[in-house]
């Protein structure tokens, strides 16, 4: 175990991410630590003294690009309202952008780095990118570096300066302002798109990072010039190149706030933004709905990233956790910042999670950051199986305790057959070990029929119902525990899931919903008569679903479908955490 002073409380169960902590964090990152778990503070850890300058709890620090999982939040409300259409294009509210071949670029490319504005030709001076609407019209005439569309790449500085404009001009209000209005006043977070001069005092600067001239020498060798994609992302292209350590030390980008990069806050307040959106917090609802949530946390952006060359991992706005750390689901989303940040979601299995320090490591390798998911991870999912009497009865709480009373009765059932599973004194295993361990392309099939079915066609709570259909019709206790807990966390009523299995003479449904659960009845049940799907049944879906949502609800089914036989064959583990579904 290192040597450092490791300051703050964690819940009972959570001591083992105390200790990964104390082990993983380096000696003078200034390190900070917190975790919600089903919306309840169980982690908040910070280590002690930076080289003398004190850092706790409530110290605040740059974020970085940690900042855009803020900026996004507030669009992700905008368009819940209404106010904005994700498919629009930037130029029906700023016509001014469509300019040089912009004018199809819609907010949805912008969001999904898909739009190839990335920059200025002769790059943006540190002074003009702390402001988000000098930077907005440096770009409105500036030609995309690759065709809108074809493909993606990463927009460090500028992207939420394009989304702030169309905020701005849609509703008469900045980003920063919504951002504050509607997320961080009324929960009373630490995390400022904008810092108020009365915080200064709480600021503790951005540091480099420690490296030897050898090492840093090796780094600077293989940087990519400043005028390539990588350069012009990450303001290299500029006169003197964009110093990174330097931009959230300086007064004016902290008191702007640029939502791209230029926020301000700690562990707490970046666990505490992603806890109210997904959970709620303070006994209030979550503030994003279900449909949004799974709008914007669906994958959009695969492959190879033209600016960082990594492998793609970008949701809507949001980096796609579950791309990025296998081990949560697929669904989690969140973003990290240049100088170390990192903060989440993961709706299935309960996370908020938020970690800053204050030094840049040399090279932007941050390995501590997969140690502390994966401790927390653990922490959590094993917690799923010990009764929670502290837990208030209402609001997330309540719900995970439903969850855990389906997953004790499939439990007790699952035992009385232990001919289907292989048994252990503790416990029962899978048949099959992690088809994703076996099969590594498992994953990417996988994630793109999420992807294709998460376009915002049909509702995610209709592409529910359907496979909680499905899974009663070919008889998965996996499938229906999964499905009925996922219908629960987006607030379904224990009437409409109960009824699902009798939906044909339940009131419960709308007739959108009834012409999807017969298509799923169709397409599992043989019919004697004849062909499964009729041109009667085709036509009636047809009335209520448009050409494209109707092909996505066939790959919502054919997706539930990819699924059965690994439950079936496979025989995974229903209503425990996916890292525990399948044996080693």
Known sequence: MRDIEVRGTVAEGFEAVREEFADAVGPGSGAQLAVYAHGRLVVDLWSGDDDGDAVTGDTLTGVYSATKGAATLAVALLVQDGALELDQPVAHHWPEFAAAGKGRITLRDVLTHRSGVIGVDGGLTADELADDELIARRLAGQRPCWRPGSAYGYGGFVTFAIVGEVVRRATGRSLQAQFEERVRAPFGLDLHLGLPEALEDRFREVRPGSASPEELAAFWADVPGPHSLTGIGYGLNSTPPLDQVAFLNTRRVRALGQASAGGVG?????????????????????????????????????????????????????????????????????HNGSAGAESFADPLCGIAFGYTRRRFSFNWSYPEHDRLAAAVHRAVTARRHVPDRTAD??????????????SAVTATKSRKDRSTMTA?????????????????????????????????????????????????????????????GNLRRA????????????????????????AALALVDAVLTPNPHGERVTDELYALASTHYDDKALATLTVAIGQVCFFIPLALIGKPLPGVAPAEQWRA
Do not use: C
Request: glycine fraction near 12%; proline fraction near 6%; avoid cysteine.
């Open 393 to 406: 009865p209402s609001g997330a709480d309540g719900h995970i305790r439903a969850s855990r009373r389906v």
């Open 424 to 484: 252990t004194p503790d416990a029962l295993q899978s048949r099959l070990p992690d088809p994703a361990v076996l099969i590594p392309e498992f994953a990417q099939v996988a994630g793109t029929l999420f992807q294709a079915v998460g376009n915002g066609s049909i509702p995610q709570t209709t592409v529910s119902l359907a496979h909680l259909r499905a899974g009663q019709i070919v008889g998965s206790t996996y499938l229906t525990t999964l499905h009925t």
């Open 491 to 514: 607030g379904e009523s224990e009437e409409r899931i109960t009824a699902v299995a009798s939906w044909h003479d339940a009131p419960h449904f709308t007739a959108a919903e009834r």
């Open 266 to 334: 700690n562990a707490r307040g970046l666990a505490g933004m992603y806890a109210a959106a997904v959970f709620g917090l303070d006994g209030r609802a979550p503030l994003l709905e279900p449909d949004t949530l799974g709008e914007f946390a669906v994958l959009h952006s695969t492959g190879r990233d033209l600016v960082t060359g990594e492998a793609g991992q970008y949701a809507l706005g949001f980096q796609a956790k579950g791309l990025r750390y296998p081990f949560l689901s697929a669904n989690a989303f969140g």
